[in-house]
């Protein structure tokens, strides 16, 4: 039973295979393998766009870092909200990679910016001519870090106003597939048609062992994004292993029904937990995350039993009544089992 | 015939057998994996040095530009060669990852610093007080990028001088397993015993699949290079891969068998090819690398049956005499055969 | 009738006076000129401080920035007021100078940090290790944006929450004499004693033309500062005229005098205002700017007669009833006359 | 006898009359001051360029690192002289404010680049795709730090390399004043005319207390260098005092008339000084600086006499025979009298 995180899951057998299979003979370096061939022009069917520009980075922070380096100044604003990974995650990632532009942080419940409070933040800054940051971007985070989705028409809502103020917009999609699933949406509906102009396309939290794709829907953006990625020492070498991964997740739609069993998990784990008693939601279950809230006395047999999450907020103290309701948030991947839910909800029922 | 660089190669089966192996179940992220245990410990043996901290990341450009940073400030000289990998061949990540240092170019044959030259680098900067960079650190290469080694007498030479003005040394080891092979020196011997205060371990080129490690000989620089790694985008979250690339490589000397099979290629490549006529080197051949010139009737000979090298500079054109020599760089890899070897000099005798 | 800012005004006689007396015959550069051993001295006798380092630069932003990339590392957190003017004023200066150190807001009224709401600012970031960015260093504006000053008390409060978690702490004292002023501390009470490491000790808003001076308390960070100071451009060459000006302000009690004369002013204006019909003051007024509500009547009167200042915030209109009270900033300097405050009060008062 | 630098002089009277006469009542800050709208149309006409972009900073380093940073990627190649000031002077600035960029040197007698060797060294970056750092641009000083001058003929031979590759060209005009003195060209023949797009003009060498102008041809350019020169704190509140300066340096040919002053006193000096036994010039003498070579006795006498000026290189030592030759470093200014040369000269011939 572990829920700590999707990273704690192994990589799927279908990407372990196609690395394997990637490992024969030589094959030209840096993105010039002829298996990346392939995982462009799969990523620009996918998405509807054939001019995208398509990269692979072998982690989620540089595939973000990346992409904000190449849409706004370093004397830019970059709007994102108060929970996102930019921002909490990345040990100032952005900053280094921005050469010092501001992350501008937005209010909005579960995770989720509300085109209200992007218009108050964007409209803020700026206010002072030469004197403040100037306005740079906006970032938006699908699924969100508290297992919430925005619809199409949600994200078109903020790009829309991004794009009153003549903004970029990049989409974190560490769990794109997730969102997809969640949603229905195409994945064209998701982005460039919702006014995203970058999209950070997560693999490695869905089943692949380490690769990221940075799709960049407007390709006059593609040549600094590749000096950045080799100046950031992104560029692998052995590229064929990253294009491997990538060709493999995108192949039968194994990245949809990868997020879809970990979306499933979790929709049967939150509708279990709400069946116990003295159990309530966070935030509601929109993706592979469930953040939920149970007495200390499910915590302490679930923990005895070897589970493995974390107390969200993590300041709460394992040390108290029985009866007293604590916060946990639990991430299922592709290989969370419904055994793996039962069990584990068995244990918080007592 | 591919002798394009190491890096076209594949990866050694032992590894691939690795990753597979360390695919099972879920494992903690972010180096906290049960296999990073045993690569520390591994390393700290091999290296005689049980204080060492030790990192892992996937590209030969992070290992080197982390390492940096580490150790010179922003406005520190990082003296090294005219053709070191830092200078030439990686899109100033080391300017980018120390925030702006000045890379002072030394001079010496075969792409080896001299220490007369390091002196001479060393001594002429700093000599302005405020209004100059000041002295910041020493990189050497080790195997070079004209594939020449040093031995443990000559880095101690160097990390001497370094030594003199108070300079820490840092070692890009991308070919290090090579130039063990070729030396014959212990790992120990040719670094911290010698004067080396952090080691790029380098795996990628020598039969991994993208994994480098970054040995650190006084672990009161380690947190800051977890810090710089992290917010440079180089943590990975399924570490485990990395981890167990790194434990298959160290595990039976496989990282020792790779180069010397490499090494042995290239000596049997420079061999032949001395033996054929018209025919010289430009270096040293001591490790995995020829540097050889040869008439362009061979060039053309061997480029038609589709033999992968670089012309070596690049700016030599094939248009011209059948008998003028050309220099080439011929890059041997673990998996490079005897008839690999063979097959080409045949085509270059003609 | 100019109350825009302080940095309107003109400089002190005395200050322009000494510039001339500077301007003879030869002298040593880059902060060997005599005059500026002769700053060193005064400024440490004035802060008690006889180890302190001391450098003068010609700008507030320069002062600011720069005694911030001593104190935090690129991957700090920067714990300030979110109106502070590192945050709100210097176009990502301290970004830029700190390489990429994130500003995290702390809330408080009249643009005063208090110390529980930095504790919890502090004690938030941190929570993640190595995923955040990592506790840095806080700095604190004294007098504030707001025109209210912080008694030692108050500062050594804040410091000590600073301490608590082993972190730096400056002082933007671009208003520093104003602060002292209102508060009868003396500048080692106010600093050091309360636990300030290096403050920014305003000159140019204050009746210099262009002179700030940073004082170090610690002099084991003066290198780095002078290395900054250099690599950032804002070394003089022509140094003795920082010098002669920061001599002359620090001459008989000048900066106090001067001070006193602002803090004054708007203590008259303030007064005034507030027996005036309809009228409010948005902040308490303790230094040299009063923040006042009038109505929209006196505030076309005044704008009709010439008064120069703002509205603040910015996005209030002028356009709208003439009863409703819209807010300003009006800000006194050294050469605020009575007849100046007298003539704008009879305005506002219709 | 002061000839260590020009920036030992002090600050003409006409200089310091302006900053006083400027001193009176209220002024716009940041560089909204009237003054500062005649300094724009008197450069503009000056140059001949109705559209430039005119800023003032307060130093020659910000000058030229912000000009650096708008011509620039980070990721670009700054072509200058080995000797160039950006390159031996600065502390790294020119790193810092392009956020990393990296200066490639070029040889050429004198300190000055030849075409062809410009040529060679562009032609060598960029050969290695997105593995090198890429083609940024040009940057030429004239005067040169070794007393000599370019012609706009020379000027425009190296600007049309730089052209033929894309690049774009600055000048490190410190000394501006006097090459075109001793060129007798016009600004504009110097300048744009041969393919210059942005010059630092300098003002505080030449008997200003502290200001540069940065003229920048094409406007396009110049929002951005507004937003450096804020974020690297360089904006002038009582920007006034920085205008005033410099509308009395372009009033009625001051800037020329003290160069010329400055030059003759250089003529005059290498005249006497070549007329002395055992002595040479190390350069030839074309602006305002002589390097001469003469006997140990002569800088024995000259010092003990309390003459100011540099051994250059730094490295010759005044122990040893008096009748070897040690070479000098000899800076005249506007201040420098004829006394002041021949008192000198005589010392020198003893």
Known sequence: MNFASDNTSAAAPEVMAALQAANTGYAAPYGNDPIMDRVRAKLREIFEAPEAAVYLVATGTAA????????????????CHRNAHVEEDECGAPEFYTNGAKLVLVEGAHAKMTPEGLHKAINFIGRGGIHNVQRGMVTITNATENGTVFFPSEVKALADVARGFGLPVHMDGARFANAIVATGATPAEMTWKAGVDVLSFGGTKNGCMGVEAVVIFDPARAREFELRRK???HLFSKHRF????????????????LAGQANAAAARLSSALLAAPQTSLVHP??????????????HRRAQAAGAAYYLWPGDQSMEGPDDEALAARLVCSWSTTDADVDDFVALIRG
């Open 242 to 257: 990253l294009s491997a991964q990538m060709e493999a997740y995108l192949t039968d739609g194994l990245w949809l029904r």
């Open 231 to 233: 100046r950031g020492g």
């Open 64 to 79: 973000n870092a990346l992409s904000l380096a190449i849409l706004t100044q370093p004397w830019g604003a970059v709007f």
């Open 285 to 298: 279950c929109e993706a592979n995350a469930v953040f939920a809230a149970f007495p200390r006395a499910g």
